[in-house]
């Protein structure tokens, strides 16, 4: 597979996530601000800028400015517009490679964003949420349907993957900085669509120690930290047929699989005592995995320096 269209892959399966995640942590933060009428406004708006990586933000800080800047910033690709609009764009230098329901949905959801937003002003900011969440969702839908499992999807799934650990631990930061009591569990759980599986998981039972297991171990949930990256070692391999006889051959397996041992053999008790810097190295794992990856598998390009002949 060419590099570029390899890359193009990765970054779509990246932006979905992202804009669908971002939505999700924004619908979070604004039911959690409407349900404690005691939150302090802008304290809980500047943490989460801060979880979400933005600085630098000019005062006044208020919800709507938030959801402006994660939500509705066009040049922003770290925003959902913004991350739909990036998904659409490697779409279309990658039309050979992503089927044509792909291509379509992708094509027909960025032309939908200022209808998007005329909701936002007539019916509110949770019904965009929502739109960005099925229009995600019809996405993936068609990924896992249309696509051969070749070169391809593998690129796709990783992107998606890698995106997916570091959204929910972004997530489950900004439950950490809230203070952690339940009701916000309970948000955070409906917010990654999990509250009924989690419910039939644990006989409708409560508490932190499962809330935090269930979102970070459990193999079965397709969103918890450890499935997601048992899925992205799994794309690893795959794209690595030839693994010698002694350890991994890449930087990005070695990398990801030292993430996933070290959940994998930690007890919930210890998970929860140590959530803050647990959540803080799995976003570093993603930094460093998207680097690993680009390295390995992306050309790297450098500036043109233009330098003119000398005179005789």
Request: charged residues 25%.
């Amino acid at each position: 597979m060419l590099s570029r269209i390899a890359e193009s892959l990765y970054w779509i399966g990246r932006y979905v996530e992202r804009a669908e995640d971002t939505a999700r942590i924004l619908d979070v933060h604004l039911h959690r601000m409407l349900a404690d009428p005691w939150v302090d406004e802008k304290t809980a708006c500047r943490s989460l800028l801060g979880v979400m990586g933005v600085s630098n933000v000019e005062q006044p800080m208020s919800a709507a400015r938030v959801v402006g800047l994660l939500g509705l910033d066009e040049s922003n690709p770290s925003s959902v517009v913004g991350a739909l609009a990036a998904a659409r764009e490697n779409a279309r230098g990658a039309r050979e490679t992503v089927s044509s329901e792909m291509w379509e949905t992708l094509n027909a959801t960025w032309h939908g964003l200022p209808d998007a937003r005329r909701r936002v002003e007539q019916q509110g900011v949770h019904a965009f949420f929502r739109w960005v969440r099925e229009r995600c969702a019809v996405m993936a839908g068609l990924t896992d349907a249309t696509m051969s499992r070749d070169e391809g999807w593998l690129f796709l799934v990783l992107g998606r993957s890698i995106e997916r650990v570091d959204m929910t631990a972004r997530l489950l930061s900004t439950h950490v900085r809230a203070g952690g009591s339940i009701p916000s569990w309970l948000t955070l759980l409906r917010s990654c669509g999990a509250w009924e599986t989690y419910l039939r998981t644990y006989r409708g039972s409560l508490d932190d120690r499962h809330a935090a297991e269930f979102l970070l171990l459990d193999r079965l949930f397709p969103r918890s930290v450890f499935a997601v990256l048992s899925a992205a070692e799994s794309c690893l391999a795959e794209l690595e047929p030839d693994q010698g006889r002694a350890g991994v051959v890449t930087d990005a397996q070695r990398i990801v699989g030292r993430s996933r041992t070290n959940l994998e053999f930690r007890g919930a008790d210890e998970l929860i005592a140590d959530l803050g810097s647990v959540l803080g190295g799995l976003e570093r794992t993603c930094s460093q995995v998207n680097d690993a990856v680009s390295r390995r598998y992306f050309r790297q390009t450098s500036a043109v320096m233009w330098v003119s002949e000398a005179v005789a």
